[in-house]
């Protein structure tokens, strides 16, 4: 789990936290996501591959193949926009910490 206890603040946030934070969730949606569809659209493959011949079989592969890839590259973009989200709230506490204080 991230650390986001006060041993490390710096501008009120923990910026070694906030990475570890990113990194985790990234461990999880880009690496341990991912390897659990690859995993799991091979264990289809093979069922049909098992019992299912012809062009049906076939087509079918094809379009689980492609909803599989969207699906990966919706939680990439999903990713991405939750990471950018986080450095820009955290640019805006900084900037919020700069400003609070008026000479």
């Known amino acids: 789990m991230a ?3 006060i041993g490390d603040l710096t501008y009120g946030i923990s910026y070694s936290g906030i990475s ?3 990194e985790e969730i ?3 949606c880009l ?3 991912q390897k659990l569809i690859e ?3 091979a264990n289809v493959r093979k069922a049909i591959d098992a019992g299912w011949n012809g062009e049906s079989a076939e087509r079918f592969k094809e379009l689980f193949n492609k909803r599989c ?3 990966s590259e919706a939680l990439k973009a999903e990713y991405y926009d939750l990471e950018s989200r986080l450095n820009e709230l955290t640019t805006n ?3 919020q910490d ?3 204080i008026i000479e």
């Open 20 to 22: 570890q934070y990113k």
């Open 69 to 71: 890839d969207e699906l």
């Open 39 to 41: 995993e799991h659209k």
């Open 26 to 28: 990234r461990s999880k």
């Open 98 to 100: 700069k400003n609070m």
């Open 93 to 95: 506490y900084i900037n």
């Open 31 to 33: 690496v341990e996501v």
């Open 3 to 5: 650390d986001l206890n």
